[in-house]
């Protein structure tokens, strides 16, 4: 993967989390990351160069995550501080999953070589991400210890579901 690739991937995605995480607190905009999102995977799909590919890895991460965000939602673990909510989730928490699934395409392929380190590194960082909502009043944690454990138990497993069962249906070299 080329280094411009890889930095535009990132940013695309930071700036979509940007919008959406801060798009009607900051911006007074509770559609900026719908917008924002939009534009970067209408642009992602448009350069990716196995759609195909693309469009699966995006489904079977996009789709666990939304559920999960809203079963712990559901079930009272956290809520979201936002106007627009379509079920129980915030409007661009779809794009922002989305989003976050382009990193699974190519950029996280790199963690095939390193699994445990893959795995203990998502179980650490996907959690600390959504409890630093809490200071920032974009989530309300209504059960911090039940939080951490599932945080921490869904993250590995879709770390584990990426490396050992998505990515048997391609090779990484």
Do not use: H, R
């Amino acid at each position: 993967m080329n280094k411009l690739k890889v930095f535009a991937t990132l940013t695309g995605y930071q700036l979509t989390w940007l919008a959406c995480i801060f798009g009607e607190s900051k911006f007074t905009e509770p559609l900026l990351g719908v917008y924002v999102g939009s534009i970067y995977m209408l642009l992602f799909f448009f350069y990716n160069n196995n759609k195909k590919k693309f469009l699966k890895i995006s489904l079977l991460i996009s789709i666990p995550g939304y559920a999960f965000d809203s079963l712990m939602v559901y079930f009272n673990i956290y809520v979201f501080n936002y106007s627009i909510i379509i079920g129980s989730l915030p409007i661009w928490m779809i794009f922002l999953w989305f989003s976050f699934s382009t990193l699974f395409d190519e950029i996280l392929l790199f963690l095939k070589k390193f699994k445990i380190f893959g795995i203990i590194l998502s179980g650490i960082l996907g959690p600390i991400t959504y409890y630093l909502g809490e200071p920032l009043g974009f989530i309300s944690i209504n059960n911090i210890f039940l939080f951490f454990f599932l945080m921490m138990l869904f993250w590995i497993t879709l770390m584990i579901y990426f490396l050992e069962i998505i990515l048997k249906d391609y090779s990484v070299s």
